[in-house]
């Protein structure tokens, strides 16, 4: 086993004392994560008057808060023991029906995937690069699972990663356009090019943990290791299920990826929401990964 404690803060400093309204947060590992949780505690400053856990439409976990008293600042602190023993990432068994591409899916599935399916008429930008893969599908079947290495990697090649500060997330159109963007561009970008494609995809975020592990005269030491938040796209495939795809790297989703929230569109996986009353704030947060 390859055990990490990972703590997670994030504080909202205020100029002054304020009323908090409601807060949802969604900082649970999902229920098919699967990167073995050993342990997992979540504190939240002030103390909430109410804090009700439940699940959402989408099978997110969930942590409604409410405050019953003013204070100068929102701190939530999230503390996780993780194993991150490598997994293999195509240790996944599609079924007949999809084994190629195009496949259709089957009526049951087609009801459920509706929302993960519907896209906007497709631009000229998006048209423009997706045709490498439909030339390719009008000469032969393509492997599913070769279709979705590609596109990854199609839309890692043609993003240049940045970190944007920027709130809200870039249209398709936009980050072709720029041909840069941050996690969460490059991973709606990929959700609509799924779609286009007949392909069930949803918005995903969660933690990216980078371990590099180092030999010591113990033969067990952690060289260096990083964790930040992080956004990636969901592929449905009949038998497999949901597959990670991280634009990003280019990279499917592996034993670092820790989904939170997951949806089909990028608000409905924020992984905090919520409100106060009209204030500076001075936002911040810190992440820290040690070996146990």
Known sequence: MMQIALTHRTRYQFDRSVRIGPHAVRLYPAPHCR????????????HADTILWHTDSD??????????????????????VADLSPLNPFEFQIGPQAHTWPFQYGPDAAHDMVAFLAHDPESAALHEFLAPFRQQR?????????????????????????TRMLPGVQSPEETLALKSGSCRDSAWLLVHCLRQLGIAARFASGYLIEIKWGQTPFNSAVNSGHADLHAWAEAWIPGAGWIGL???????????????????IPCKAAPIAGSTEPCQVDFSFAMDVTQI
């Open 59 to 80: 099978g997110n976990t969930v942590v409604n808060m409410t405050f019953a008293t003013a204070a100068t600042a929102l701190q939530i602190d999230v503390k996780l």
């Open 138 to 162: 009008n000469q032969a079947p393509i492997p599913t699972i070769d279709l979705l290495v590609r596109l990854n990697q199609h839309v890692f090649t043609h993003t240049h990663y940045n």
């Open 35 to 46: 990167t073995p949780i050993l342990s997992y505690a979540l504190n939240v400053e002030p």
């Open 246 to 264: 991280d634009a990003t790297s280019g990279l499917l989703a592996g034993e670092g990826h820790i989904p939170l929230a997951c949806g089909a």
